[in-house]
């Protein structure tokens, strides 16, 4: 598959993604219905890597490579269904959409990693504004202590604490290399994120008790076979080939997409302020990311190189 191709489906498998989180976590309670996506996803992968020849490979560095995917596949999926339970579908895609200036910012803290200039911090201060805007209620929940800690205070604690598990995982996947297929990359880590799924449901108490939801059942299989099999398999494919700021420039369009298909699909009601707000937080991602001149050469040279 060419880079391009694989692009075009993980931005459309990330604008779908919110919402079928949304409609699998009325099925089923978060952690079953994650647990239960990745543990199908796994099961598939399995059967697609039987199907190609490819076993798994075992060795030490294929392994640090499958943790390294861990935060992103169990936390910040995990998260995200608890987040969901209490923020519309589309605000987790415009959280998310804060992933590449998160990404960037803990990149300072790597050697040889990402080096900031006068655009880098403005956007990152631009997205701030933008989070502010869209959920000024919600953040101002964080702080209220106790009983205003409810509702959308304790969605914002989850959704936050995702998109930094998902950039954290990104980069550290790139940094082990172990040069493993995207599909073997993908069906290590879910496979290797079961037992924490399980180990998350006995702590919360969480168990298969199914609403009698079938659209959720639906969803659930939906984000098995596109969310998490061919989602991650385009999105580790291009996380090997590409830089992890420019896989990031998915975000700039799948937090609109995830905003029109919530209200559409599921009469999520969007005010001016949000959509004032995810304006905002999408002109930061671009003025972070294509405000590099180099980010621009890299991305122009892929798309014409693997298209």
Known sequence: MNTLAAYLIVIAVWATTPLGIKWSGEALPAFAAAGGRMALAALLGVLWLMVRGQGLPLHRR????????????????????????????????????????????????????????????????????????????????????????????????????????????GIVVQRVGAGLAPMQQTVGGLIGSLPLYGLAMLITGQGLQWSGDLRGLGAIVYLAVFGSLVGFYCYFLVLSRLPAATVAL??????????????????????????????????????????????????????????
Do not use: K
């Open 250 to 307: 998915v975000t700039l369009i799948t937090p609109v997409l995830a905003l029109s298909l919530g209200a559409w699909l599921n009469d999520e009601q969007l005010g001016p302020r949000v959509l004032a707000g995810a304006a905002v937080i999408v002109a930061a991602l671009g003025l972070y990311l294509f405000g590099d001149r180099r980010v621009r050469r890299q991305v122009v040279s892929a798309t014409v190189g693997d298209g």
């Open 62 to 169: 294929a392994l640090s490579s499958y943790g390294a995917a861990l935060p992103g596949i169990f936390g910040a999926m995990g998260c995200s269904y608890m987040a969901a339970r209490d923020l519309p579908s589309g605000l987790l895609s415009v959280v998310f959409g804060m992933a590449p200036l998160i990404s960037g910012v803990m990149l300072l803290a790597v050697r040889g990693g990402a080096r900031f200039n006068g655009w880098h911090w403005m956007a990152c201060l631009l997205g701030l504004v933008g989070l502010g805007l869209v959920l000024g209620a919600s953040l101002a929940a964080l702080f209220g202590g106790g009983a205003a800690l409810e509702g959308r205070g304790r969605g914002m604690l989850w959704i936050l604490a995702a998109v930094s598990l998902f950039a954290l995982s």
